[in-house]
């Protein structure tokens, strides 16, 4: 029988969005708890013997006690045999009195399936007559420059046959830039030597493997469930994986997240620019997405005004819609008709360079010129 695993890390319950408004900051607020119960569920449906949390289950070590307990209600809803918790640098484990694992540990009293891997130490189970063996890596500080794997090798070799899983968050070169080695940097050769079966890792929010499924990998990178900031490209992410003997035969990508975050970079030249534009804005789904514009380019004043128009139409659907436009005014016969006295200078010189088609910047660096002087 096949040894099923749902994989995450990095749900930073508690973060808290400050760059938004209340009503958006509280909609992403519960996103956190929302997508990990979606991940819950899809777990169950599968039949997961274990939920293993690879770090950073919440965003700092003085997380509130209403968002623990919210969160332990929601990992008490797994249906397997257990649920693994390790702290990363965010929520780290400096001893048994670090708040935020003195009041998980509260919230979870009487919850036997949930467990804090706060220890470095080997923590085995047995399902349907097959040992299972986890190898747990706490993060001891926020930041550290040294591993905190180099004694799962020894303990390997000195464990029971059976599947080895080493559970771990921080840096490897080539997923993170961590030019410094701030973040418990594990190089992967020394991960591949160590004797597991594979890694379940946490700390950089782009998930590894790259491929969305295979049949093995040395090490899994869980990406965060739900995306958290413009900087994140996936959807969410964790990883399903299973496992017969002491080897992973099958993985597979799951996407909790429900909300998604999409930068849009346009230059606007024209009309047709500003329709492709709109056209695409409508093209995305407004309740779930936080939509950032940056915009740049030069329009006519009508132009601009179709702009405004077709961003405030759209703006109430979305979840959060801002932009950030270096739109210059553009200049062409109507706009000279209205701003200039007929047979001006001004007039006179902006018409003749707007009929030189070899030069077209030639008018609109002239009516910038002609508008500064004019200030």
């Given amino acids: 029988m096949a040894i099923r695993i749902l994989h995450t890390a990095d749900n930073h319950i508690g973060l808290p969005f400050h760059r938004y408004d ?22 169950n449906a599968r039949d997961a013997h274990f939920l293993v949390i690879a770090g950073d289950l919440f965003d700092t070590t003085r997380v509130s ?10 990992l008490n809803g797994f249906a397997g045999v257990a649920v693994l918790v390790l702290p990363g640098n965010h929520d780290h484990v400096a001893g048994p009195e670090t708040e935020v694992w003195k009041r998980f540990r509260l919230a979870s009293e009487g919850v036997d399936s949930i467990e804090v891997l706060a220890e470095p130490q080997v923590r085995s189970f047995e399902v349907d007559g097959q040992p299972v063996h986890f190898f747990p890596c706490p993060c001891p500080s926020k930041t550290g420059s040294a591993p905190t794997t180099p004694w799962v090798a020894g303990a390997a070799a000195a464990t029971a046959p059976g599947l080895r899983i080493g559970i771990a968050h921080g840096n490897v070169p080539g997923l993170g830039l961590d030019a410094a080695d701030r973040y418990f940097t594990m190089d992967r050769d020394d991960l591949e030597a160590a004797g597991m079966a594979t890694w379940l890792l946490g700390h ?31 959807p969410g992410s964790a990883w399903w994986i299973e496992c017969e003997g002491e080897t992973v035969v099958r993985y597979e990508q799951l996407s909790p997240g429900g909300i998604r975050f999409l930068r849009l970079d346009r230059e606007l030249r024209d009309a047709a620019d500003v329709v492709a534009l709109l056209a695409d804005v409508r093209g995305v789904e407004p309740q779930t997405t936080i939509l950032d514009l940056q915009l740049s380019g030069r329009l006519s004043a009508e132009q ?12 109430p659907a979305f979840l959060c819609l801002t932009e950030e436009a270096e739109i210059h005014a553009a200049i062409d016969a109507t706009e000279v008709a ?24 030639a008018a609109i660096l002239a009516h910038e010129l002609i508008e500064e002087v004019a200030q």
């Fill in 204 to 234: 950089i929010h782009v998930p590894f493997p790259t491929s969305a499924s295979g049949e093995r990998s040395p090490f899994f990178m869980a990406g965060t469930h739900t995306p958290d900031s413009i900087r994140c490209r996936h």
């Fill in 338 to 361: 209205a701003r200039y006295r007929e047979g001006g200078l001004a007039q006179r010189l902006l018409s003749a360079l707007l009929a030189d088609e070899g030069h077209p910047e």
């Fill in 304 to 315: 601009r005004q179709q702009l405004a128009a077709g961003l405030n139409e759209v703006r």
């Fill in 22 to 43: 209340g009503e958006v900051r509280g909609r992403l607020a519960a996103e956190r708890f929302e997508a990990l119960a979606r991940l819950v569920s899809e777990g």
């Fill in 65 to 74: 006690v209403a968002d623990i307990k919210r969160t332990v209600d929601v």
